[in-house]
């Protein structure tokens, strides 16, 4: 059974700094990995969406990183903002096209 | 192209009482879900449809819980009765189709509150 695991839970930066969110996943058998940013109470953006034959998507100051035969991905944030400050969901399409969910990454920026 | 659209943005309730969530999702996405998402948590899939077919609502409470999409287009999710622990955003997202490797869309979802 796929479980994505994301750490840490809570993150606060100086604004300026250059940042890098984690998401792992227990299997290998993917169709393609999406990178969400939720404001409070919203619905959910798409950040970046990397294919299981890509090793990364970039978007701005955004850079998304793939390893697959690791179980990792990156979203990396240059020049964070305190308009960056979110929560950061990743989500893995498994082998039976679903959508399986870390819990997400609380992003706070202080100016 | 226009977005997933969802409606109320916000819903207040007494427990017990009935309410409903509407979504249009993106034209031609054939792929329609229901999400709820408790504060803190991932969001945890309610149900699938392909067109206008299910294809997966094994997390859906169906005491409770119905959703239908008559049409193969937009959809509606409800609640009969209400609990306190229903309070939280329901999401709707499209994609293009179940196997597809593109991504999902997101509506901006309706935060539920059940007092």
């Known amino acids: 059974k796929q479980e994505v695991t994301q750490i840490p839970a809570a993150l606060s930066v100086p604004e300026g700094e250059n940042l890098v969110l984690n998401c792992s996943f227990t299997?290998?058998?993917?169709?393609?990995l999406q990178w969400f940013r939720q404001d409070p109470g919203k619905g959910l953006t798409s950040l970046l969406l990397?294919?299981?034959s890509q090793r990364e998507q970039t978007s701005g100051r955004l850079n998304a990183s793939l390893d697959k035969s690791s179980g990792r991905s990156t979203l990396y944030i240059a020049a964070s903002q305190p308009g960056d400050s979110a929560t950061y969901l990743c989500a893995v399409r498994d082998s039976n096209y679903q959508l399986i969910w870390g819990a997400g990454t609380k992003l706070i920026i202080k100016p | 192209e226009a977005g997933v659209a969802q409606s109320p943005r916000y819903k207040i309730i007494e427990k017990r009482q009935s309410v409903a969530f509407w979504c249009n999702p993106i034209?031609?996405?054939?792929?329609l879900y229901w999400y709820q998402q408790i504060l803190g948590q991932g969001p945890k899939l309610l149900i699938q449809f392909q067109n206008n077919g299910v294809v997966d609502d094994s997390q859906l409470p169906k005491d409770r819980f119905s959703a239908e999409r008559l049409k193969g287009v937009d959809s509606t999710l409800k609640i009969q009765p209400a609990k306190l622990e229903d309070s939280a955003v329901y999401l709707c997202?499209?994609?293009?189709?179940?196997?597809?490797?593109?991504?999902?869309?997101f509506g901006s979802g309706t935060r539920l509150t059940v007092v």
């Open positions: 034209s031609g996405h054939a792929t």
């Open positions: 299997d290998s058998a993917i169709y393609n």
């Open positions: 997202a499209s994609s293009l189709s179940r196997d597809s490797t593109y991504g999902y869309t």
């Open positions: 990397i294919q299981s």
